[in-house]
């Protein structure tokens, strides 16, 4: 090897040596590595924290509005305007679906009326006799009524929500995606006025 050659490489090592010691760059390198996973990150946990505001607004509204319910001067309309205008100050343009469900007592709440299932196939049909307990002229499933009934009456007051989220997680969710919260009260009305009976007039499934 020549002079010329030896001189060269010792040229090329000096310059691989300062090369791996020049620090010049390393951090906007760290941060392009290590952003995109805080940013998600981050992303994530504002999504959680607003998903978890949201659900204990959702909940303190339908509490507060299935308790005023129990009162003979309750105004349901008024309460489901409330909730909705709750949830809305959360989750903007979000859909509200609210349902109540009126029973004789709390053992009835999801209770099948009753009726004589002769083929066991636990439904009403083929000429099954039934008892019209919520009188509605027709068998089912679940006995209650709706609407906020009557005195002395359980009532299951449940909202549901749809939304999307505020805080889309990149790589997870995208503004297409939607969430669904649900929560649901149970209360007894105040003894107002005499409970109605249940019905007693039979009828026959088709």
């Given at each position: 090897m020549t002079e010329g050659s030896r001189q060269a490489v010792r040229q090329g090592m000096?310059?691989?040596?300062?090369?791996s010691e020049d620090r010049r760059g390393v951090t906007i390198i760290e941060f392009a590595v290590a952003g995109p996973v805080l940013i998600i990150l981050l992303m994530g946990i504002f999504d959680l924290g607003h998903m978890a505001y949201v659900r204990a607004v959702l909940q303190g509204g339908v509490q507060q509005v299935a308790r005023n319910g129990t009162l003979e001067i309750a105004q349901t309309e008024a309460g489901d305007a409330y909730v909705r205008?709750?949830?809305?100050?959360?989750?903007?343009?979000?859909e509200v679906e609210i349902a109540r469900s009126s029973y004789f007592?709390?053992?009835d709440i999801a209770r099948a009326e009753a009726w004589n299932d002769k083929n066991n196939n636990d439904r009403c049909d083929d000429g099954e006799s039934y008892t019209d307990e919520n009188k509605n002229g027709h068998w089912d499933a679940d006995v209650g009524k709706s609407g906020n009934g009557g005195a002395n009456d359980v009532v299951v007051y449940t909202v549901k929500v749809t939304y999307t989220p505020v805080f889309p997680v990149p790589g997870l969710t995208?503004?297409?995606?939607?969430?669904?919260?649900?929560?649901?009260?149970?209360r007894k009305n105040q003894p107002y006025a005499l409970q109605q009976a249940m019905g007693s007039t039979?009828?026959?499934?088709k």
């Amino acid at each position: 090897m020549t002079e010329g050659s030896r001189q060269a490489v010792r040229q090329g090592m000096r310059a691989l040596r300062a090369l791996s010691e020049d620090r010049r760059g390393v951090t906007i390198i760290e941060f392009a590595v290590a952003g995109p996973v805080l940013i998600i990150l981050l992303m994530g946990i504002f999504d959680l924290g607003h998903m978890a505001y949201v659900r204990a607004v959702l909940q303190g509204g339908v509490q507060q509005v299935a308790r005023n319910g129990t009162l003979e001067i309750a105004q349901t309309e008024a309460g489901d305007a409330y909730v909705r205008k709750l949830v809305e100050g959360v989750a903007p343009g979000a859909e509200v679906e609210i349902a109540r469900s009126s029973y004789f007592d709390f053992t009835d709440i999801a209770r099948a009326e009753a009726w004589n299932d002769k083929n066991n196939n636990d439904r009403c049909d083929d000429g099954e006799s039934y008892t019209d307990e919520n009188k509605n002229g027709h068998w089912d499933a679940d006995v209650g009524k709706s609407g906020n009934g009557g005195a002395n009456d359980v009532v299951v007051y449940t909202v549901k929500v749809t939304y999307t989220p505020v805080f889309p997680v990149p790589g997870l969710t995208d503004l297409s995606t939607k969430r669904t919260l649900t929560a649901t009260a149970v209360r007894k009305n105040q003894p107002y006025a005499l409970q109605q009976a249940m019905g007693s007039t039979a009828g026959i499934c088709k």
